[in-house]
């Protein structure tokens, strides 16, 4: 079921055999190219050469890195299209999503992730970020294994065949200095030590799957554990919400007398494997800090659209220094291309000016693995893991496009082919390990809402 060889070892994470590929057109480190052909031995890009000669599989169209999801929460897909019958706000979504996370088991999880990065792959991801607080049984009540929700997420995305970071969340209050409400009981452990007790417990095996940590946010992270959560990532990933709602900035303004921001800076959470969600109404001297601390600042456009939240200072942030990634987060839409392209044009928006980001740049926010802790994927490079992304330039959405443009035009259909650690995953738009994920995720959803 999930895909481990005799030995235990993830057999995608393996790779094959030596495998030669010829693209129409890829996107390389320094842009775009005609017939290139690309090496793969194993998990990893061996060489990548031009070729007159078409030697190896055809992939016909554009082959760009995959894309990297730096923030999902993959429960949170079985919102979609539940949210929308009344106007409500940020808060009343959170109270829907707190009603589904009631209902999520081990295996109920691990079936409904499962199809989500079977999705995300089929979009073009091979790398997720899974920002993960739904830890324990309803009421806080530990499962016999403490970390068995997050093993059902390594399971899922190993089934999947998608690269999976697993984010262990500290959650331990429920608004500046209140208790947890009935519906956070099973995100939080008690106190800092337990969280981390418990995160530090749960050791995957080497393959496809990674490890980080991060605090969900100073609403729910008193100020004396976010340094516990900044210490306990050494050296990997820490994540944190930061400032996606206005009222999170005077709440915490009130309670501690600073921004989020400075409170994250003088705890010691900001620092170059940072990352701050969201970040939406951060301050100009918010952005000074997050660029002085080196951190990078994950955009989720077609989430904090949904919700409602507003968009962030992009190009303030990226003109400072502080680099950017993108994330479906509750995956309203999971559609890389639509993350990507929605970067610049909600910059055009609030700007009234076009091109505030180049092709380049967009690639590297797109394509920031490193944002996950897999810094060896998101480039068509010699030594780069083999993770290759083939997009449609024949559909009716592509056809007629410049390929170097190509990525503002297609959508999540448009992907053919999707490599991961060299293994084929998807392959004529089909996904090779999940066979018609739609109908898993329809089912699994339908059961989670039934009375």
């Excluded at 019958?85 to 009603?99: C, D, K, P, V």
């Excluded at 418990?198 to 976010?226: C, I, K, Q, W």
């Excluded at 999170?248 to 007398?257: Q, T, V």
């Excluded at 010699?382 to 997009?391: H, K």
């Amino acid at each position: 079921m999930t895909g481990k060889d005799a030995s235990g070892v993830d057999a995608l994470s393996k790779g094959g055999t030596m495998n030669v590929y010829w693209a129409q057109y890829a996107w390389l480190p320094d842009g775009l190219a005609a017939d290139v052909t690309i090496e793969v031995d194993g998990p990893t890009i061996r060489s990548v050469a031009s070729a007159t000669v078409r030697h190896g599989k055809f992939l016909r169209g554009l082959t760009i890195p995959g894309f990297a999801n730096a923030h999902s929460h993959a429960f949170h897909r079985a919102l979609r299209g539940r949210t929308q019958h009344e106007r409500g706000s940020f808060w009343t979504w959170r109270n829907r999503m707190y009603a589904i996370s009631a209902s999520l088991d081990p295996d109920s999880c691990y079936r409904l992730a499962r199809a989500v990065y079977a999705e995300m792959v089929l979009a073009g991801y091979t790398s997720v970020g899974e920002f993960h607080y739904l830890h324990h049984a309803p009421g806080g009540r530990r499962y016999k294994d403490p970390n068995a929700m997050g093993a059902a997420l390594a399971a899922a995305a190993d089934d999947a065949g998608i690269r999976l970071t697993l984010l262990d969340t500290c959650y331990l209050a429920g608004e500046f200095g209140m208790p947890l409400g009935e519906h956070q009981l099973r995100f939080g452990d008690g106190d800092v030590g337990a969280w981390a007790e418990r995160a530090a417990a749960f050791t995957p095996e080497p393959g496809l799957v990674r490890t980080g940590v991060a605090a969900h946010s100073v609403r729910t992270v008193p100020r004396a554990a976010l340094g516990v959560v900044a210490q306990r990532a050494a050296g990997r990933p820490v994540h944190v919400h930061l400032s996606e709602q206005p009222a999170e900035n005077r709440y915490c303004l009130a309670f501690y007398g600073r921004t989020p921001t400075e409170l994250l800076a003088e705890t010691g959470v900001l620092g170059a494997r940072a990352v701050a969600v969201h970040a939406t109404h951060v301050s100009a001297a918010d952005i000074g800090m997050l660029a002085e601390a080196g951190a990078r600042v994950c955009f989720c456009p077609t989430t904090e659209r949904d919700l409602g939240d507003g968009i962030g200072p992009a190009r303030a942030l990226f003109d400072a220094g502080v680099g950017l990634c993108l994330g479906s987060d509750s995956h309203a839409i999971v559609d890389a291309f639509e993350e990507w392209r929605a970067l610049e044009l909600h910059e055009r928006l609030v700007s009234h000016t076009r091109g505030r980001f180049t092709t380049a740049q967009l690639y590297c926010a797109a394509t920031d693995h490193a944002a996950i802790g897999w810094p060896e994927c998101g480039r068509i490079a010699p030594g780069a893991a083999a993770d290759l992304v083939t997009v449609d330039l024949d559909s009716i959405r592509t056809a007629g496009t410049a390929p170097a443009a190509a990525l503002f035009a297609a959508t999540a259909s448009d992907v053919r082919e999707v490599l991961v650690a060299g293994r084929p995953v998807v392959s004529d738009y089909h996904h090779l390990r999940l066979p018609r994920p739609e109908s898993l995720l329809r089912e699994e959803i339908e059961a989670l809402w039934r009375p």
